[in-house]
Every structure is written in C-alpha cells, then in structure tokens.
C-alpha cells in the first residue's frame, strides 16, 4: 500500500479550503426554506410551474419550497432580486425566454442574463400558434406570405404586448418573409386574442391555451407552430418553417436560475431533482394543460442554448428599433 501524507487543515490553501466547503455545503444541502422567485403575477404559466416544480422539491427533501411573486417592469423586477441574492441555493427564479431578451428591450437593464445568473437547467418549452380569423382567405403559411405581400400593411395581427414573445415572434416573420404586417399591442394576450375572434384583427401568434379552445369550434383557423420542431400536443399541424419559411424557429421556453456563484455541487443537485420531478406524469399532465411541453437539460447545454437564442433576439430587437412599452 502506497504511503499517505497526512496534511493539517491549516495548511490547506485558500482554494482547497473553499472546494472543500462547497463540498460539504452541497452534501448537507438543503437545510432550510428555498425562496422560489416567479417575477410575474400569480396565475399564469410562469407562477404554475414554480409551484409544480416547488411542490416536488418539497416532497423530495421534506424543506419548504415558498413561491414567491415578485411582478413588475416585464419580469426585470424579480429577475434583478435573485441576482442580488446570496449565491447559496436558496433563492431560485424561474422565468421565460424574456429573462435573455429583456437585456435587449430595455435601455438599461438592471441585470445582464448571463453573467449575473448560474442556469439550473430548461424546464419547458412551447410554440406559439400561428393563427388567422376565418375571414382571412388563406388556409396554409405559403398563402398567408403571398396574401399580405399582395396587401402591404394591410393584414394587422395582434400581441400580448409591445416586446412581449407574441410581438417578437410576428416581427420575426415579418423579417424572413419580407412582408408588412401592422403590429397591434394588447394589454395582455387574453384582449388580443379576443379582438381577432371578433374580427377585429387579421392574425396573430399566439401561446397555446388562449388560441386552442377557438381553434376547435372554428372561430380561428391555425395554419403552424413556431419552433423548428412540431407540437407534441399539436403534431398535425406544421411547423412555420416546413409550411413556407424556412429558418423560422420563435421558440418560447422556461428555465430555472441561481444568482452566479452558486456552487456547482448545488447546481447539479438541484437539476438533478427537478428534472426527475417533470418525469413525474402528474406533472407532465399538468404542464400539457398550459400547453407546455416538458423538456430537460444540463446546466452546461441550457447555457449555450440561451446564449445563441438571445443572440438571434438581440439583432432582431436592435435592427427594428424596439423598446418596451
């Protein structure tokens, strides 16, 4: 047996000291209540899924898990409080695809998305539904594409917001189809899809839950979905880009994050756990009713994902001149 030096705790480094700390940090971890930040109102897609999620760390390690509302200025106000917390695992966020775009949308943004946060890994992700009035005389995306460049700034479609993903997403389409929709800004997508069931506006892209109800009784008629890939939930319909334009992908997804510095062992405990909650079916089940579709990864893969997504949003918002509002 090959000798072994024995070596007094303090002669350890500075460094191996603090390995070994986060070390036995991670092992005993959690040991008290984790703050779930959910920088929106209570009630939406967002809040649902931290208290999913918060409901099956609980359950795993017997810890409360309070989900906490922080809303205001387009999720920057609760995004901004995790990453002033203290990097020790016990405030999380979750938030959508806007926490990499706001940075863009806002003149001064009070925090940057990538080296103020830790990423624990994807959670969900969903399409927008690209849907018209059955007024509209196109039936697939190719038409929809010949129809407004035969009517320039005539086709209107409506979102949930000015810099809000229903808006991003039709300024997307706008861009690689050369056309000229005109963008109607709604107080929330609930207003906005109301007014193209009316009549009121020729279009829009919508998230799942508010578009599916009247896509089934005929009062809007959906031609595709956004992302690159088709709708698990929704696979007969085509996906923007196989249908007529190609390079489209306006993916919304849903993640969570640790304010930067938290130790690794922590980070890779908590993806490990969450991601063995949205296996669970019950929570599957209840995440396909918001229309989200489960999807997990490692910290490591979140991170370049996100980075090449708000990329590809920061030209777009930059080139068009697009500010929140």
Known sequence: MPSMTLVPCGALSGFALMIVSACATAQTYPTKPIRYIVPFAAGGGVDTLARVLGARLN????????????PGAGGNIGTEHVAKSAPDGYTLLMNPNSHAYNASLYAKPPYDPIKDFAPIGLVATSPFLLVVHPSVPVKSVKELIALAKARPKELTYSSGGMGGGSHLAGELFDALARTQLVHIAYKGIAPAISDLVGGHVSLAFSVVPPAIAHIKTGRLRALAVSSA?????????????????????????????????????IIAKLNAEIAKGLRAPDVTAKLAALGLEVKTSSPEDFLQYMTKDWKVWDKLIRELGIRAG
């Open 59 to 70: 359950a795993a390690w017997n810890i409360p898990v309070v989900v906490e509302n922080r």
């Open 229 to 265: 890939q088709r709708f698990s939930l929704l696979p007969e319909l085509p996906t923007i880009a196989e249908a007529g334009l190609p390079g489209y992908d306006a993916l919304s997804w849903y993640a969570t994050f640790a304010p930067a510095a938290t130790p690794p062992a």
